[in-house]
């Protein structure tokens, strides 16, 4: 008698642990529904083998769940083997605060408008890809925004204006594109209490900055490598709170012997332009100067004695008109 009851205890036991799942799935079904579909429209990538029926969306590669309300709120595809384009579909992750497909080649096509819906997104990264077409105005919608990156693709057309409207934005990369046109105007009046670190070079960017940029205290610009124009000694000035400003391979022609600077520059690099003048005295005021390059420019005069002046290399001061002194040769 003992033996059968037994044997029914463990044939119970046995029953009851295939009826029911040995874990308490986390993951929201609309969300898990949602992700399926965008595994199906990559083509059913090997980088996202964990995607199974028979597991909690929660623990999936690549993939993030608010611990508070078991929503997807993280997609974050990076050196994947993938081929294809964004899916519309990422749209329908309502929570999604965090999107990056980041090192995909073979990523194509344009950054989908469903990504517009995405209102609770905080950083969007769509870099080192091959996406095409305009960088989409509807960012400027997504409030909460406050990291934009679509840097390393084959975007083109202009820079909308709009994306000053976002009142968080703190870094924004644009460069390593093909955009053209001017920069905004809108971009000395960003939104936020402090403009975003800006970064627009390896373009074909045209015209002169906008003057209203200079109404702007921005920490890092980096303009390099288009075809810029014109004069920007209104971005310098003891009040700045510039630490990095690179405006190097332009056309920028102004006079820079009277230029001030403020004392948390730590990257200035004017190389390959028209600047003349003589270099500016107050540059020896600058502690914090660790990269410093004005080569291949129209300068004379001899370089100012003092700060970290001398401790950089021949390199960085030569091919200009008649620029003499340490490190150059004497005057």
């Keep these: 008698m003992k033996t059968n009851s037994l044997f029914f205890t463990i044939f119970l036991f046995y029953f009851l642990s295939l009826s029911f799942p040995s874990y308490s799935e986390k993951c929201n079904p609309q969300d898990k529904k949602v992700l399926f579909k965008i595994k199906q429209d990559l083509g059913n990538p090997y980088h ?9 969306c929660c623990d999936w590669y690549v993939v993030d769940c608010d611990p508070k309300t078991n929503r997807i709120n993280a997609l974050t595809v990076f050196q994947a083997n993938i081929s294809g384009q964004i899916p519309a579909s990422v749209g329908d992750l309502p929570y999604l605060e965090t999107l990056l497909f ?11 408008s469903a990504i ?9 990264s769509l870099s080192w890809t091959n996406l095409t077409g305009p960088v ?8 909460t925004l406050n990291y934009l990156d679509l840097s390393f693709n084959q975007l083109s057309g202009s820079i ?4 000053s409207l976002l009142p968080n934005l703190r870094e924004l990369y644009l460069d390593r594109n093909r955009l053209t046109g001017t920069i905004p105007e809108s971009f000395g009046a960003f939104a936020g209490s402090s403009p975003p670190n800006l970064f627009l070079s390896h373009n074909q960017l045209t015209g002169s900055v906008p003057k209203s940029l200079g109404n702007m205290k921005f920490t890092t610009i980096d303009l390099s490598r288009n075809r810029l124009t014109g004069d920007i000694s209104f971005l310098f000035g003891k009040s ?6 690179d405006f190097s391979r332009n056309l920028f022609e102004f006079d820079v012997t009277k230029l001030q600077f403020p004392k948390s520059l730590r990257v200035l690099d004017w190389n390959h332009n028209k600047l003349k003048g003589n270099l500016p005295v107050a540059l020896t005021t600058l502690p914090n100067l ?24 021949y390199a960085e001061y030569f091919h200009n008109r008649c620029l003499c002194g340490a490190p150059l040769p004497a005057c």
């Design 116 to 124: 517009a819906k995405l209102t609770r997104l905080k950083s969007v």
């Design 240 to 245: 700045k709170a510039l630490e990095s400003a």
């Design 48 to 56: 996202l083998a964990s995607w199974r029926p028979d597991t909690d």
């Design 136 to 143: 989409p105005s509807f960012f400027s919608q997504l409030k």
């Design 160 to 163: 909308p204006p709009s994306l």
């Design 102 to 112: 980041r090192h995909i080649t073979n990523i194509t096509g344009q950054i989908p």
């Design 290 to 313: 660790q990269l410093f390059n004005v080569s291949y420019n129209r300068l004379c005069g001899k370089i100012p004695v003092g700060g970290k002046l001398q401790s950089f290399t």
